[in-house]
């Protein structure tokens, strides 16, 4: 019904910057948000970021060295990584919460399939 198709993950210089895109297709009616998620090696899938409307929010641990953006026109969000560490070694997740144009509508909860992001050097 929804597909999410993440892009731009790849192998980085600590203090780098990558650039994440996702983009969400199929029986979209309304998407309520659209964020990125991670799971670091070991750990649990944790929350990165946000975007509700025009409000943006931010882990902690991401604040002021990412930048989510989303393009409601085109149904995509962006997230932009600045000054990355080891510690942001992940796969990538974008995550969406639709309402569908066919009944039930919704909203249901639908995830990209990952992208991998390497800070090494």
């Known amino acids: 019904q929804v597909q999410l198709v993440e892009s731009g993950g790849g192998l980085v210089l600590p203090g780098g910057s990558l650039r994440l895109s996702c983009a969400a297709s199929g029986s979209i009616l309304s998407i309520i948000d659209m964020g990125w998620y991670r799971q670091r090696p070991g750990n649990p899938r944790e929350w990165v970021a946000v975007m509700t409307g025009g409000r943006a929010d931010y882990a902690d641990s991401v604040k002021d060295r990412f930048t989510i953006s989303r393009d409601n026109a085109k149904n995509t969000v962006d997230l932009q990584m600045n000054s990355l560490e080891p510690e942001d070694t992940a796969i990538y997740y974008c995550?969406?919460?639709?309402?569908?144009?066919?009944?039930?509508?919704?909203?249901?909860?639908?995830w990209g399939q990952g992208t991998q992001v390497t800070v090494s050097s």
């Open positions: 995550n969406a919460y639709v309402k569908l144009t066919q009944r039930p509508r919704g909203p249901f909860n639908y």
